[in-house]
């Protein structure tokens, strides 16, 4: 059985600036394992690397893409601080990598923030954009 025909599969969220992967994984699902799924699904869907960020494409200099790494061992990830305050920051998950979901306190819904080692990224740095609905014009209409 798969993690989407399980009705036990949590539902995570990935995330790398303004990118965004879902992934079915089980709770003791080890997190290499997770890796390894987030690496086939950046080689599969972003082969020529993971774009640039939102605030990146205004600018006179366009921001380079992210080429995806080679192995696994170059995905850093990351939580939240504090998962009701997205200002707060991620701090790196730094666990054995048989280490299961579950065992690491994650929790179904979750977003891990994820980079990748070398490539001017420094250990524990990740860049995730959250949606801003201040820049986008939303028109509506009041019937009277």
């Known amino acids: 059985m798969s993690a989407s025909d399980s ?11 303004k ?8 709770p003791i699902l080890p997190i290499r394992s997770l890796k390894v799924e987030l690496l086939e699904i950046l080689e ?20 380079a893409r992210h080429p995806i790494p080679s192995s696994r061992q170059e995905i850093m990830l990351g939580i939240l601080k504090n ?25 179904d819904k979750q977003s891990i923030a994820f980079a990748f080692k070398g490539e001017g990224e420094s250990e524990g740095k990740f860049e995730v954009e959250w949606p801003n609905f201040d820049d986008y014009e939303i028109m509506s209409e009041v019937d009277d």
């Open 19 to 26: 990118t965004i992967i879902l992934i079915l994984a089980e």
């Open 83 to 107: 998962e009701y305050d997205h200002a707060s920051g991620w701090e790196g998950i730094a666990a054995d990598e048989r280490e299961t979901l579950h065992g690491l306190g994650l929790k």
């Open 44 to 63: 599969e869907r972003y082969p020529n690397g993971v774009g640039p960020s939102v605030q990146s494409t205004g600018s006179s200099r366009p921001e």
């Open 7 to 17: 009705p036990t599969a949590w539902t995570l969220f990935l995330r790398h600036k």
